[in-house]
């Protein structure tokens, strides 16, 4: 190709050749890539026994990390665009109360409660997004608010409706919808019936499932997941749109120089998380069949934890789809992991703040070297 | 006093048709006279010189010239015709390019994706618009070989580029797409003896493809080593335009510090400034 073309071209004498290991070093999944080793190692050697690896808690982790990955893929292109969302955590709560209100409270057909469930969700993260960009506040600020306002709302209006705090009977009124089973339903369960038959995985022994296998599906959430994620890994790395994400957070000036609609990109990654967001929502609500006030606590933090883990820089401009899914499957494994260890869980936010911290130092030690500073 | 200089000069044609001409370029901002009356053409092929101390109006002319202000008064005519700016867009689709000094690059990015970026090339796998990284990466390698960079690969991250290599990356890439004015702010003004020397020996490959240089500085020296006309702004008034050739470099920095006090400095610091 063309670099064979010229081969006297005479290499910089000062700039040292750069190892295969530097190289793998500046990729941003490789936190995520040694973390999710890491883990598994660790809790191959010290809780294989304990049915973690079985296929219930294999069902169980994924479930968990599958829950993490829809946030963190919305939080991911967002952080590198070059903005947080501290309300996704809100959203979560407050999209749930939504579709509850909308469904039960009010009647309307489940499919159309999920529907302007999402139109007004992501008409709320436009909303952020355009008062980040007008005002040019930090959006750790703005979202901040909104973190406030929505939970606010999430308690408010089921209090002023329903006099409670919790609306149940979600599964009732989803009965024969045709949208509910996109966010609650499981697929493949043909092949875990013949799994189960087949006896590669256990099948319950007693009791009215007795023959049936124990994971009858794979969870719609799990599906989720791995659309958002290949979504935004191939808009991210494969597209024009994902350049202008880089471009956006890694200087919004120079990309605005170069005609990178900026703006429009920042508002559509708030959309994008919103949506994140909601998805989530959809699909805890459909599987508890209730929603509550306090739902999503604390996601956006979790969120912004599984990016960071999965190399993505603060500061935006930098990280990787696929790192934040590795960083949210190490988050879902430990938190799981823990219990079937049989460790006490409070230790888990401390491992939680220890890698949290471990993986801010490295990034920062990954751009250096990327970016030659000293 | 020109004998020093390593490039090829073009001898100015004064028959040949500028691309962008500016008369009586007037801007005011509220009470504040920031232009008063410039008078500025471009040449294909030439490299022209703005020069001009701090506060004479150079920033204002540029931004003038690239859209991003809209003169009080004054006409510009680009390729014979008249023209309005309506934004820096306009600008840059009627072939202005603008590189400024810091904010041109993105240093986490790679310079593929720095090169393309705002003008990314796709191609259409089953009906989805996709970034064509392969052409990216290929037209990059090439269009910094002829500047004479040479990358360890096109994923190489721009902020592994010395400040010069930065100019220039930026530099080719607004020739790469079309540039028929390359307006160049201050583009030496932080940059080493070897650096700004390699920038303005792409200045010079860049003015051999017969694209108009303007070049803003305050180094008289710089613009000397490749300027073909000289502009002298101060205080908002163009103070006339030298060929090369006509002008000492004593006479020009008299002109840019507005004639007086230098002269008397000039004594005492030994013709250092």
């Not at chain 1, 089973?181 to 038959?197: D, N, R, Y």
């Not at chain 2, 072939?95 to 000094?101: C, D, S």
């Amino acid at each position: 190709m063309a670099n064979a073309a010229q081969p006297t071209a005479k290499s910089d004498e000062r700039v040292k050749e750069i190892s295969a290991f530097r190289n793998a070093l500046i990729r941003p999944e490789l936190g995520g890539i040694v973390g999710t080793v890491a883990v598994f190692t660790f809790f191959l050697l010290f809780a294989f026994d304990s049915g973690m690896f079985s296929s219930q808690g294999f069902m169980n982790w994924s479930v968990v990390s599958a829950q993490f990955m829809i946030i963190a893929v919305g939080a991911c292109l967002l952080m590198i665009a070059g903005e947080f969302d501290l309300s996704v955590g809100s959203m979560i709560g407050f999209a749930g109360m939504m579709i509850a209100i909308f469904s039960v409270t009010y009647g309307w057909p489940v499919w159309i409660a999920i529907m302007a469930t999402f139109v007004l969700c992501t008409a709320i993260g436009a909303f952020n997004g355009w008062i980040v960009v007008r005002t040019g506040l930090p959006s750790f600020i703005v979202t901040l608010a909104f973190l406030f306002i929505l939970r606010g709302f999430t308690i408010f209006l089921p209090q002023v409706i329903e006099r409670k705090t919790i609306i149940g009977g979600i599964i009732d009124v989803s009965e024969g919808d045709w949208l509910a089973p996109v966010f609650g339903g499981k697929i493949l369960g043909g092949l875990f019936t013949w799994l189960g038959e087949a006896g590669i995985i256990s099948t319950f022994e007693r009791g009215t499932k007795a023959g049936q296998p124990v994971v009858d599906g794979i969870p719609m959430l799990i599906v989720w997941a791995i659309v958002l994620i290949i979504f935004g890994h191939v808009l991210l790395t494969k597209t024009k749109f994902g350049n202008w994400i880089f471009a956006a957070g890694g200087d919004a000036e120079a990309a605005r120089n170069s005609g990178v609609p900026v703006n429009r990109v920042k508002i559509l990654m708030f959309m994008f998380t919103a949506f994140c967001a909601t998805v989530f929502a959809v699909c805890q609500v459909m599987e508890f069949g209730s929603a509550g006030a306090d739902r999503g606590l604390l996601k956006e933090f979790e969120a912004i934890i599984a990016v960071v883990i999965g190399g993505a820089l603060l500061t935006g401009g930098y990280g990787s789809v696929l790192g934040a899914a590795l960083g949210a499957l190490i988050f879902g494994v430990v938190q799981q992991g823990l219990f079937f260890a049989g460790v006490e869980s409070s230790l888990f936010r401390v491992f939680l703040g220890v890698i949290l911290l471990g993986a801010v130092i490295l990034n920062t030690y990954i751009r250096r070297i990327i970016t030659g500073e000293r | 006093m020109t004998t020093d200089s390593k490039f090829h000069h073009v001898d100015p044609k004064a028959d040949v048709q500028p691309i962008i001409e500016m008369r009586n370029i007037e801007k005011h901002f509220g009470r504040v006279i920031a232009l008063a009356g410039v008078s500025f053409d471009v040449r294909p092929g030439e490299c022209h010189c703005l020069l001009g101390d701090n506060g004479a109006g150079k920033s204002t002319f540029i931004k003038t010239m690239s859209g991003v202000h809209q003169p009080t008064s004054g006409e510009i005519f680009f390729e014979g015709k008249p023209l309005h700016f309506d934004d820096p867009r306009d600008a840059i689709t009627a072939g202005i390019a603008t590189v400024h000094q810091h904010l041109a690059m993105i240093p986490l990015m790679s310079v593929s994706r720095n090169f393309f970026m705002g003008n990314e090339p796709t191609h259409k796998v089953a009906g989805i618009s996709f970034l064509d990284k392969k052409k990216a990466d290929e037209v990059t390698m090439e269009e910094m070989r002829k500047m004479g960079i040479n990358l360890r690969g096109p994923d190489q991250a721009v902020g592994t580029l010395s400040g010069g290599e930065r100019q220039t990356v930026a530099i080719a890439r607004a020739v790469y797409f079309g540039a028929k004015i390359l307006i160049l702010d201050e583009p030496t003004s932080a940059l080493g003896v070897r650096q700004t020397s390699n920038v303005l020996a792409t200045i010079d490959r860049v003015r051999k493809q017969g694209i108009g240089v303007v070049f803003i500085s305050h180094n008289v020296r710089h613009a000397l080593a490749v300027g073909d006309r000289f502009t002298v702004l101060n205080r908002g008034k163009t103070l006339g335009t030298a060929t090369r050739g006509e002008i000492t470099p004593e006479e020009l920095q008299d002109l840019m510090a507005g004639g007086q006090e230098l002269a008397q400095l000039e004594g005492s610091l030994g013709g250092t400034v």
